[in-house]
């Protein structure tokens, strides 16, 4: 019988009972009394010096309380990168401000430069139209290579386009030359990882709020994180005091990374409720959230792949463009380096491996980090150049990466791009996906297929991933400016239920299910007596939110840490109340027992003792039962897993159907089976979406071509392929209590290389000498691919 | 949206005086409109509701014909115009339950969106465009993108199909839309076939000459087999050029005719 309770269990969502009925209360489901508006004037031109904004038309429409230009928050900061990143010279990046509205210049289309503040909505819209602006435009830069040689900038200040010049490890970059020049074989790709936008379901929306009474502020968000906007706003942009600021983010969503940042619009509507002393809230169009949402990926990337003649790997060398869009988000120079760069090794034992990475400045929307941010990149790199490389030498594509995998007895491994991995076995996966997708039968169904007049092709992929972001000490070394610990309060209460206040904030992972699994396990409880609390910065502990695929790993630690001490507190209780000492008691299906006797309390009345303590030791132990850990992890976690899908392509038109998809994963120990293969089939169909159908297109004047439904294709229903997901391969992380590895972004990690190695596999089946296909593959590219 | 008066007539002189107001605008199913006022990219001064019209709604056949009222939503026709398997198919292949549950023929006809499903069926039939004042041949009726031979405040009232003997609708979708990326509508008659495209030119829907000459001759798809379009005037976008849009027209025409044979 499967486990219905704890550790290993599949409980339904408990959050899908209000999602699914409607119930859910989102950013802008809250309506506080005597609420405004807001609404963006925001650039439709990419590059110009702001010559003048009149805004007294506007200022004079009905139901106008306010407008605000870029002029209003000349006083306040901007809104910082959070790392800071070194070029190779020793350098420091280019970091020009991003302030609140756009001030002397606008930089992408959508770049707001004015608010206005009304009564209702359409007032608001109505009055943004009616402001005047006049912009000198100047020639868009949109192409990377075009932008580094160019002499118009984004940031007309810092007098460059590039951002950094990023070595990694600058070391190691001689030597890699050195092995790649003497190499008996090279393999070069050149590929472009395409730009996305996020499309989460939900768009942005901000409501600010001010109480003048006790100068407070309020900010319900649609964010990731409310502690880290929190300290966004208060410490560099705003500067209220944090212990005057709430940060609530509600339901949210989706968010798949762009709403880890903090945007202006908060900024905006805090300012603006201040002024008015009144709420006033903002809410994203889609036409908005295309324009304005951090985008993903946007790398232009030259990789090459060193070996000998048998396949055995000597060198990676990459140089990749990396853009950063036109203002630096949060994340955005993380993203393309370190979680990119120390990836570039893989799964494999390869000896010299060097990366470059210039960013990019650009007047598109800023480029931050989406679901994966940077391992995509790396894992869409290395697995598409190894597949051309084993076409090169006529090797098997999956012998080619188990000659080359680290092996079970080489943990831990240090890679030559300063990663230690812990623990994994890829072997064993591969061993499981050769079974699943029967890559043995394949060449049987390739002939059933040309028999139907399709090319059939296979791909494999065997991917990486570092997750559980972040070991605070690792991550300070290299730059980044916060610490990536998170937080949990285990509070139980007089009757025996429990409250647990966690840093992570759940818009889509399901954390209401899977903490209290854990919590319910630890204590041997019903887990329905235990709830999860997460998103208001004023009841929740200080922890760093929700990306990275650090919810389990790293706050489901501290859940762990606080629960242990509410057992070794709760033990204590038992002890008076049972007349016995403290070593004896053990903790046992929610009993706390002497040891080897029948005298026991209940978990429940440990608790009611603690906050009715009479006859109770208080010299010894304070009243009441409620424990706070932080955790910081040792080292990142190690997802890894063989990924594989057959797909056929109709020869006359260029569409590609995927027929199955095998993703078999290591996530170490697994707490909820099916919100795991949730996650992965998720993650597959954002891969799937980004290998198949997406990509955000600006032409060369800075005009978002595709910031609509009608012509940006996110997958549908049926756009996704039979999957199946096995993750009966974990091999227990190391360093976390749990054991367990981050499972959200894995799947748009590993499906891209995997669907165009496929693709390229039928179409080299059928003779066309077809090396490469950029993303997305969608028809009309892979038909010009074989009629080139 | 901007501001805007509304109307919903239930008789289509109603409708006519209704839409004698300078920058009144007709709303069929909305599919298009609405989307566009939301876009704040038009600001009719009235907006006239064709829904609540019955003598515009419904589907009849009669004698070789099959008559579908101008308010008459996609869904309706894909159930009951099994009279015209062709048209019922295209009809139930549009958009989807939420599109088609709301619009309409007549709304997609006036609108004449290059990419849209509804015109290749039209002109592929030889439709009659029926409406308040007139009766227009399908031939004369497109004139190009977003443009047709309706005046000011004219409405279709009805759309009447000559059932041909044999017929298909081949389309492939644009991904993101999944509008035709190249529609072709095939329909054999006595007096011979026609074959009308969509999606693919910068002029909208159009009959494939080459094709009806050599279908009219020899109904098979080894006919139109060697055939190739030109890719003079095509559209060329995001997600096909000119080029790739010419070979679909050959390919979905080859489709088309087989699923008709």
């Known amino acids: 019988m499967p486990k219905d309770n704890g550790i290993g269990a599949s409980p339904k969502r408990r959050e899908d009972v209000r999602f699914l009925t409607g119930r859910g209360k989102y950013t802008d489901d809250i309506q506080l009394a005597n609420t405004s508006y807001a609404c963006f004037a925001r650039s439709d031109v990419a590059n110009g010096v702001i010559k003048s904004i009149d805004t007294s038309a506007a200022e004079a429409m009905p139901g106008v309380l306010a407008v605000f230009t870029g002029e209003d928050f000349v006083e306040v900061g901007g809104n910082p990168a959070g790392w800071a990143i070194s070029s190779r010279d020793?350098?420091?990046?280019?970091?020009?401000?991003?302030?609140?509205?756009?001030?002397?210049?606008?930089?992408?289309?959508?770049?707001?430069?004015?608010?206005?503040?009304?009564?209702?909505?359409?007032?608001?819209?109505?009055?943004?139209?009616?402001?005047?602006?006049?912009?000198?435009?100047?020639?868009?830069?949109?192409?990377?290579?075009?932008?580094?040689?160019?002499?118009?900038?984004?940031?007309?200040?810092?007098?460059?386009?590039?951002?950094?010049?990023?070595?990694?490890?600058?070391?190691?970059?001689?030597?890699?030359?050195?092995?790649?020049?003497?190499?008996?074989?090279?393999?070069?790709?050149?590929?472009?990882?395409?730009?996305?936008?996020?499309?989460?379901?939900?768009?942005?929306?901000?409501?600010?709020?001010?109480?003048?009474?006790?100068?407070?502020?309020?900010?319900?968000?649609?964010?990731?994180?409310?502690?880290?906007?929190?300290?966004?706003?208060?410490?560099?942009?705003?500067?209220?005091?944090?212990?005057?600021?709430?940060?609530?983010?509600?339901?949210?969503?989706?968010?798949?990374?762009?709403?880890?940042?903090?945007?202006?619009?908060?900024?905006?509507?805090?300012?603006?409720?201040?002024?008015?002393?009144?709420?006033?809230?903002?809410?994203?169009?889609?036409?908005?959230?295309?324009?304005?949402?951090?985008?993903?990926?946007?790398?232009?990337?030259?990789?090459?792949?060193?070996?000998?003649?048998?396949?055995?790997?000597?060198?990676?060398?990459?140089?990749?463009?990396?853009?950063?869009?036109?203002?630096?988000?949060?994340?955005?120079?993380?993203?393309?380096?370190?979680?990119?760069?120390?990836?570039?090794?893989?799964?494999?034992?390869?000896?010299n491996v060097y990366v470059n990475v210039k960013t990019v400045f650009t007047n598109t929307a800023p480029v931050d980090a989406y679901r994966g941010a940077g391992r995509p990149e790396a894992t869409y790199s290395i697995e598409r150049v190894i597949d051309k490389c084993a076409d090169e030498l006529g090797i098997d594509k999956i012998e080619i990466r188990r000659k080359n995998f680290i092996q079970p007895d080489q943990y831990p491994y240090t890679t030559p791009v300063g990663l230690s991995y812990d623990i994994g076995n890829y072997d064993a996966l591969m061993d499981t996906l050769e079974r699943r997708l029967d890559v043995a039968g394949f060449e049987a169904r390739r002939a059933e297929s040309a028999a139907n007049g399709k090319l059939r092709g296979i791909g494999i992929n065997s991917y990486i991933e570092a997750c559980g972001i972040a070991p605070s000490n690792l991550v300070g070394q290299l730059g980044s400016r916060v610490g990536l610990y998170d937080a949990a309060t285990v509070r139980v209460n007089a009757t025996g239920n429990i409250s647990v206040m966690v840093g992570a904030h759940s818009h889509g992972q399901g954390h209401e299910t899977v903490f209290p699994q854990v919590v319910a396990e630890m204590l041997g409880i019903d887990e329905a007596s235990i709830d999860i609390v997460h998103g208001d910065s004023s009841k929740i502990p200080f922890g760093m939110g929700t990306y990275g695929s650090r919810s389990l790993a790293v706050c489901g630690s501290a859940v762990v840490r606080a629960t242990e001490k509410i057992i070794n507190k709760g033990k204590k209780i038992a002890a008076h109340m049972l007349e016995a000492s403290d070593a004896d008691i053990e903790l046992v299906d929610g009993q706390f027992t002497v040891a080897g006797t029948d005298k026991s309390v209940g978990f429940g009345d440990v608790a009611l003792k603690a906050y009715i303590p009479h006859e109770f030791p208080l010299e010894d132990i304070e009243p009441g039962l409620e424990e706070t850990a932080f955790y910081d992890p040792a080292n990142f976690t190690y997802p890894s897993g063989a990924y594989g899908c057959e797909v056929e392509v109709d020869p006359e038109t260029g569409k590609v159907d995927i027929l199955k998809f095998v993703a078999c994963d290591d996530f170490g120990n697994v707490v909820n089976p099916m919100i795991v293969e949730g996650q992965v089939q998720g993650g597959l169909g954002q891969g799937i979406g980004q290998a198949m159908l997406e990509v955000g297109t600006y032409d060369a004047d800075g005009q978002l071509t595709n910031g609509s439904y009608m012509d940006y294709a996110m997958p549908r229903a049926d756009d996704m392929p039979q999957m199946v997901v096995d993750h009966s391969n974990g091999t227990a992380c190391t360093h976390n209590p749990l054991g367990v590895k981050g499972c959200g972004e894995a799947g748009a990690i590993g499906s891209p290389p995997t669907v165009v190695n496929a693709v390229v596999n039928a179409l080299r089946s059928a003779g066309h000498d077809v090396t490469h296909i950029d993303m997305p593959l969608t028809p009309s590219r892979v038909w010009a691919a074989m009629n080139g | 949206?901007?501001?805007?008066?509304?109307?919903?007539?239930?008789?289509?002189?109603?409708?006519?005086?209704?839409?004698?107001?300078?920058?009144?605008?007709?709303?069929?199913?909305?599919?298009?409109?609405?989307?566009?006022?939301?876009?704040?990219?038009?600001?009719?001064?009235?907006?006239?509701?064709?829904?609540?019209?019955?003598?515009?709604?419904?589907?009849?056949?009669?004698?070789?014909?099959?008559?579908?009222?101008?308010?008459?939503?996609?869904?309706?026709?894909?159930?009951?115009?099994?009279?015209?398997?062709?048209?019922?198919?295209?009809?139930?292949?549009?958009?989807?339950p939420a599109v088609r549950s709301r619009g309409t023929i007549g709304g997609s006809l006036a609108n004449n969106d290059p990419s849209a499903c509804y015109p290749s069926a039209a002109l592929a039939s030889g439709a009659t465009i029926v409406t308040n004042t007139r009766e227009i041949a399908a031939d004369d009726y497109f004139e190009g993108m977003f443009t047709t031979a309706l005046e000011e405040g004219e409405i279709i009232t009805a759309v009447r199909f000559p059932v041909p003997d044999a017929a298909a609708y081949a389309k492939f979708e644009q991904p993101a839309s999944r509008f035709a990326l190249v529609g072709v509508f095939v329909a054999k008659y006595a007096d011979g076939v026609r074959v009308a495209v969509t999606g693919a030119s910068e002029d909208g829907v159009f009959r494939w000459t080459e094709a009806e000459e050599a279908l009219s001759a020899n109904f098979s798809v080894d006919a139109v087999a060697g055939l190739s379009a030109s890719a003079d005037g095509l559209i060329s976008d995001l997600h096909g050029d000119a080029a790739y849009r010419a070979h679909l027209i050959g390919v979905m025409t080859k489709r088309a005719v087989a699923a008709a044979s």
């Open chain 1, 90 to 351: 020793g350098t420091p990046m280019h970091e020009p401000k991003r302030p609140v509205l756009a001030h002397g210049k606008v930089r992408h289309v959508g770049d707001a430069y004015a608010a206005v503040v009304a009564e209702t909505p359409e007032q608001a819209r109505d009055a943004a139209e009616a402001i005047e602006i006049d912009i000198e435009e100047q020639p868009a830069v949109i192409d990377m290579a075009a932008a580094l040689s160019g002499s118009t900038f984004v940031h007309d200040e810092i007098g460059t386009n590039q951002c950094f010049d990023w070595g990694w490890i600058e070391d190691n970059r001689e030597a890699t030359d050195e092995a790649i020049k003497n190499a008996p074989h090279v393999t070069t790709l050149e590929l472009i990882n395409n730009r996305v936008v996020p499309n989460a379901m939900e768009p942005r929306a901000s409501i600010g709020d001010y109480d003048p009474g006790t100068d407070e502020y309020k900010l319900y968000t649609t964010s990731q994180n409310p502690h880290l906007t929190r300290l966004l706003i208060s410490a560099f942009v705003l500067g209220i005091p944090e212990n005057k600021l709430t940060v609530v983010a509600p339901d949210v969503g989706g968010g798949f990374g762009s709403k880890i940042y903090h945007y202006g619009e908060e900024a905006l509507v805090l300012a603006a409720a201040k002024k008015l002393a009144r709420p006033v809230k903002w809410t994203a169009s889609r036409s908005e959230a295309f324009l304005t949402d951090a985008h993903g990926r946007d790398h232009v990337t030259k990789i090459e792949l060193a070996c000998d003649k048998e396949g055995n790997f000597i060198a990676f060398r990459t140089e990749t463009l990396a853009n950063v869009g036109a203002y630096l988000s949060n994340f955005s120079t993380a993203t393309p380096t370190f979680l990119h760069g120390t990836l570039m090794a893989g799964t494999y034992t390869v000896p």
């Open chain 2, 1 to 96: 949206m901007y501001e805007f008066d509304f109307e919903r007539p239930s008789t289509i002189a109603e409708a006519v005086a209704a839409l004698a107001t300078e920058d009144a605008q007709a709303l069929g199913g909305g599919q298009t409109l609405i989307p566009t006022l939301k876009q704040r990219l038009a600001s009719p001064s009235k907006l006239v509701s064709l829904s609540g019209i019955a003598e515009m709604k419904g589907i009849s056949a009669d004698g070789g014909t099959v008559t579908i009222g101008g308010g008459t939503s996609h869904a309706a026709v894909a159930a009951g115009a099994g009279a015209y398997p062709a048209l019922a198919a295209l009809a139930g292949n549009i958009g989807d």
